[in-house]
């Protein structure tokens, strides 16, 4: 049984804090990676939640070879988001407050996923042409990241 599954076994649905990390994975034309995602159909970052006995990091190495089909070489930290307008509900009724932290990485290597269980598509896009229909919870990550603010960002 995993983490959440264990965790959820005990509380219900009940509202318990949540670790999510992912990363903004640019190519060398500085084009982002976006997935979409099989559970909204929208597009998004790679990422996901922290499982027990992994590192922050492993987390969102982990998560975007799983998504996309990319290993990461070296990531570094970008923003770590949370707070109220982090809360969610979520399909299956239950209740999180994620605390988001995401990386940045540049070194890659692998072939991209184009459909699994999780990904509908995976492509890199110039950040003057991301797609509309983004991912709510991303949208101020990318913000962000377009923003020029310095790293880390704390919200």
């Known amino acids: 049984m995993d983490y959440i599954s264990y965790l959820r076994s005990m509380v219900g649905h009940e509202r318990v804090i949540m670790v999510v990390a992912g990363a903004l994975v640019l190519n060398n034309r500085n084009e982002l990676l976006l997935q979409l995602r099989s559970d909204n159909n929208t597009w998004g970052l790679p990422g996901g939640y922290m499982e027990m006995g992994e590192s922050i990091t492993d987390t969102a190495k982990r998560e975007v070879r799983e998504e996309t089909g990319l290993e990461l070489g070296e990531v570094e930290l ?20 994620l605390v988001q932290i995401w990386f940045t990485c540049r070194e890659f290597q692998g072939d991209l996923i184009k459909r699994n269980e999780e990904t509908f598509d995976t492509r890199f896009y110039p950040l003057d042409q991301l797609p509309e229909n983004m991912f709510a919870s991303h949208e101020q990550v990318i913000k962000d990241f377009l923003s ?3 790293a880390p960002i704390i919200r």
């Open 78 to 97: 970008f923003s770590i988001h949370s707070g109220p307008g982090n809360d969610k509900t979520l399909e299956s009724g239950d209740k999180v407050a």
């Open 148 to 150: 020029g603010k310095s």
